[in-house]
């Protein structure tokens, strides 16, 4: 069956026959009765099952024969002075990426914890783990709350109330103490981008300075304003193993001292394999199995993609000053293939899984208004003969990126009224690039072109990934662990292999828990 009768894709990349002729048949069975059938889609008409992912060797292959560190993890893709062309390719792939050479000759470049401190003693920044520190009394301090959490001035904290900050070793969170390679001593985190004021942010945010591959006026601008910045005095300093909830790619840049890292891709998800993202919540959960290891020294920068947890923990400049590191966003590219691959467990992230509907769907759709998700075939269809025929002008069947920038132009796409957020010399650009981002989601062939398969492909996943989400929070919502178990087994056809559900309350996190505590109805 093809995707609505507009011709066969290469039947080399379907499904086996066999496959073909199974529909998607996803109910939820309660007491041994099904109801009716959720998802209609022919399998036969998709180049991969929806919910299906690719293995780390199969979406990573550049990293998993490379360089290893001390404990066999393998490195990242490594670039030095890397062309835009270069930079893009990767970061759109989603690869984790090590610039070696980011901010070499840049100003900020060997600024220690002490630089920051004298001249901007106006900031406030907060004291990972403090509450961990033996004798700490906020009595003692400067202190202000923002965002209900207590900040430290820069200018004049001093922990012991004798040494200075960036002088100062305070411990890291005691759980962290069953690993020598987890951080054992607490960083300070400056967010410089969203707690100070106007003038403050620009005085800090004057000696800024993009690399060359990202030295257009709208990446540039983007990175000043949102960085902030990460202290750490003394080694083995350093964050627990967490996922940010930004929705699009994060660099970490060293200015002095260097980081070990590890890094982990969120595992295959189900609503049951839902755990705790934040600080340490993944060693709780008994979920840590680092897939990277390696270490970034000065000059160099860190980029990865939404969902990937990351672990850091310092060595100390030979001078025994405090390290220092930025953390930034650019705007453009953003790692969309990473984003089409992994959809699935990603849209269960209880961190980045909001980003699915906020801003991910743009992708999906093409910005094409209307475009809501469903569970039917039929529905599905409409959604792809629509988007083509908005996007595609030449009906050659396939959209280029000169399309979809006519297309976001157009007053009907959204995009244009969103790219007057950016000043007018910036707003073609913004256009250009989120059309070429747009475009990349889809393209599984790297043509930079979108076949009428590959968008039916990317419509497919985006409503069983958004749907399965719908309709698993129903059955959460009312303590339905029986029908939440039935439902995921029913969509095993869309995987690529069986889920594995937990038994028991064992491996929940505590939430569920309570929740399927409170019996079936609550």
């Known amino acids: 069956a093809d995707p609505s009768a507009g011709g066969r894709s290469n039947s080399g990349v379907l499904l086996s026959v066999k ?7 996803a109910a939820v069975a309660v007491n041994g009765v099904s109801a009716e059938p959720l998802f209609d889609v022919d399998l036969a008409s998709v180049t991969k099952p929806p919910l299906w992912e690719p293995t780390l060797e199969e979406h990573f292959p550049v990293q998993r024969g490379g360089e290893r560190d001390a404990n066999g993890l393998p490195s990242p893709v490594v670039l030095t002075s890397p062309s835009r062309e270069e930079f893009v390719y990767h970061a759109r792939k989603g690869y984790p990426i090590l610039v070696s050479d980011w901010s070499k000759g840049m100003k900020y470049t060997g600024w220690t914890g002490k630089h920051f401190s004298e001249a901007f003693p106006f900031g406030y920044m907060k004291a990972e783990y403090i509450d961990h520190m033996p004798g700490f009394k906020r009595k003692d301090h400067d202190i202000k709350i923002i965002d209900g959490e207590k900040r430290f001035n820069l200018g004049t904290f001093k922990p012991d109330k004798k040494t200075m900050w960036y002088n100062f070793s305070r411990p890291a969170n005691e759980r962290y103490a069953d690993d020598p390679l987890k951080p054992q001593r607490g960083p300070y985190v400056w967010h410089v981008k969203d707690e100070l004021t106007p003038q403050q942010k620009k005085i800090v945010q004057a000696r800024f300075e993009a690399p060359s591959f990202l030295a257009d006026p709208l990446n540039s601008a983007h990175m000043n304003r949102t960085f902030e910045m990460w202290f750490s005095p003394g080694g083995r300093t350093g964050a627990g193993a967490h996922n940010d909830g930004y929705c699009e790619s994060v660099v970490s840049l060293q200015l002095t001292g260097d980081k070990n890292w590890r890094k982990m891709l969120l595992p295959e998800m189900t609503f049951f394999d839902s755990f705790d993202e934040f600080d340490g919540g993944v060693y709780e959960a008994g979920r840590w199995k680092p897939d990277l290891g390696f270490l970034n020294r000065v000059e160099g920068a860190l980029v990865w993609p939404p969902g990937y947890l990351h672990e850091t923990s310092t060595v100390p400049p030979a001078d025994g000053s405090c390290g220092a590191a930025i953390t930034l966003q650019f705007a453009f590219p953003q790692p969309v293939q990473f984003l089409r691959a992994f959809l699935p467990r ?19 759709s093409m910005s094409v208004p209307g475009i809501k998700p469903s569970p039917k075939a039929a529905k599905m269809k409409e959604q792809l003969e629509t988007v083509l025929s908005k996007v595609d002008t030449d009906k050659d069947e396939k959209i280029s990126v000169s399309e979809v920038i006519a297309w976001f132009k157009g007053s009907s796409a959204g995009v244009s009224r969103e790219s007057r957020d950016y000043p007018p010399d910036q707003r073609d650009l913004f256009i250009q690039f989120k059309a070429e981002d747009t475009v990349a989601y889809h393209d599984m062939d790297d043509d930079m072109t979108v076949s009428r398969q590959e968008l039916w492909d990317s419509l497919v996943q985006w409503n069983v990934v958004r749907v399965r989400i719908k309709e698993g929070l129903k059955l959460v919502n009312v303590a339905d662990r029986v029908g939440l178990e039935a439902f995921e087994r029913s969509l095993d056809y869309l995987r690529r292999s069986p889920a594995t559900l937990p038994k028991g309350p064992k491996g929940l996190r505590p939430e569920l828990q309570e929740i399927f505590s409170l019996g079936k109805g609550t």
């Open 19 to 25: 496959m073909a002729r199974v529909a998607i048949l």
């Open 346 to 364: 990603l849209s269960l992230s209880s961190e980045v899984g909001q980003c699915v509907a906020m801003v991910w769907s743009s992708y999906v």
